[in-house]
Structure formats: structure tokens, C-alpha cells
């Protein structure tokens, strides 16, 4: 039977960290699957929950979270509703959750392998974790970006500098949405550390390279550029798919979309091959 647990951690800034766990007590010895969401995502942001089921019904230990900086309160935990939180956020304070859950999931799971999943920013974060974290066994990236500098546009850099902050839209609710300069300012100061795409020539691990040819957010060719600085990664295309693989938010059907399920059916193909 699918079973989900809730767990609160504490970011190093004292930020919760607010996860759950979804798995299936019929099977035992599972691997743990850790998801990374992305730039303003959230763990439960459209189908999220359905892929997380999906894995657990394969006898995986499936771990989402959001991160303590997404805007995101344990009271409205469907939306980005702390603006200030959200403004605040840096790449650096990420990569901190990031490794707060990776430590917290080793303690607490034995696991065969730990395996990371991450999605469009989720998946440069994860790129760069697995290249330095010998913890990681495999990596999975979905639409994942290959500059983290690609969220923001070039001409808006002068006014952050100048006002402090500049705003993003929220497709769905239109919303505009503020990034203090503390994030350009950590960005430009682990410029080589932040370097997905070197980053990625130094991935050991197996890695699956999962992308939409019809994604307007971060191109299929991004995709292409992070299989040609790793040659040993499995890049495979989606057809037809969008940046999210068909999901939105709020998603009410108890099915996959279909592109999302064809995401899931080759990530738990790639995640059975022998290493």
C-alpha cells in the first residue's frame, strides 16, 4: 500500500525545510529517489505527487521537498504566497537544502542507492551536486537549464544593480514576482562553482538526460549542450513535450499527463540498468 510521511528539517538559516516521503510498505531495501523542483516550483506543484507514486509502485523510497527559500509556508503549501521569503533566495541557500536533505535521507534510510531527480533549475542543482557529492549513485535531469543565469534576463542586470531587485511573472497567476540583488550577487561571486556545464564534464555517475523538443522555457538544444560536455550521459528526447511535460498547476486528474508518464517510464527503465 502507498504510504506518505511528512518531515520538517531546518535549513542552516533556520528556514523550514518542509518534505514528505512516499513510498509502498510492500516492498523493503529501497532505493531513495530525491527530487529537486524548480525556480518557482514547489514539491507539490501540479503532477509532482502523481510521479511520486509512480515510483513508489516500483519500489522506490521517493523523496520531494521544498526549498526554504521558495516562497512556499507550511499554511499555503499549494502556492508562492511569501514574496519576501521568495525575493530572498540565493543559489547558494539552495545548494545548502539541498545537502541538509541529502544528509538527513542518509541518516534516516538505508538505502542501495540515492538517486537524484532534478527539474529545470532542480536539475543544474542536481548536475553540480552529483558532480561533487560521492553520496549520489545516479543522476536524472528533466528540462534541466545548463546556465543558472538563463532565469533572468542580460538587459535587467543594470536596474538590479541600481534598485536592489527587479521582478519575474508568474505565468500562471501573472503575478510580479521580486529577486532581491543578494541572488545576482551570489551568482557572480560563485560564478566558477555555479558552472553547470563544468559541472557536467565532471559527472561520474550514471545520468539520464530527459527533454521536451517543444519546451519554449529552456530548449531541447540545452539538453544537447549538457550530452556534449558529458559523453557517458544518456540524453533521450521527449516528442512533443512542453517544459513541464503537460502538467499545471493546480492538477486535478489522478493520471499522469502523458508526456510526464513517458518521463517516468524512461527515468525507471534507465534507474533498472546495471551501473
Known sequence: MIQKEEFKLSSPEGKPIIGDLTYDDNYSNLSTIIFVHGFKGFKDW??????AEFFARKGYRYVKFNLSYSGVTESKPNDVSDLEAFAANTTSKE???LDTVITY????????????????KGGGLA???AANDFRIDKLVTWSAIADFSSLWKPEQIDEWREKGHIFVENARTKEKMPLNSTLLKDFETNKDKFNILNAAQRVKIPWLILHGDEDVNVPFSVAQELAQKQLNAQIQKIEGANH??????????????LHLHQVCEKTLAFLEQES
Not at 535521507?105 to 529545470?120: D, V
Not at 511535460?245 to 493520471?255: D, I, K, M, N, T
Open 244 to 257: 513541464v511535460y503537460g502538467a499545471s498547476h493546480p492538477y486535478q486528474e489522478e493520471r499522469l499527463p
Open 95 to 97: 545548494f545548502e537544502d
Open 127 to 129: 548536475i553540480i551536486q
Open 46 to 51: 501540479g503532477a509532482h505527487r502523481l510521479s
Open 105 to 120: 535521507a542518509e541518516r534516516t534510510w538505508a538505502s542501495p542507492q540515492t538517486i537524484l531527480i532534478g527539474h529545470s
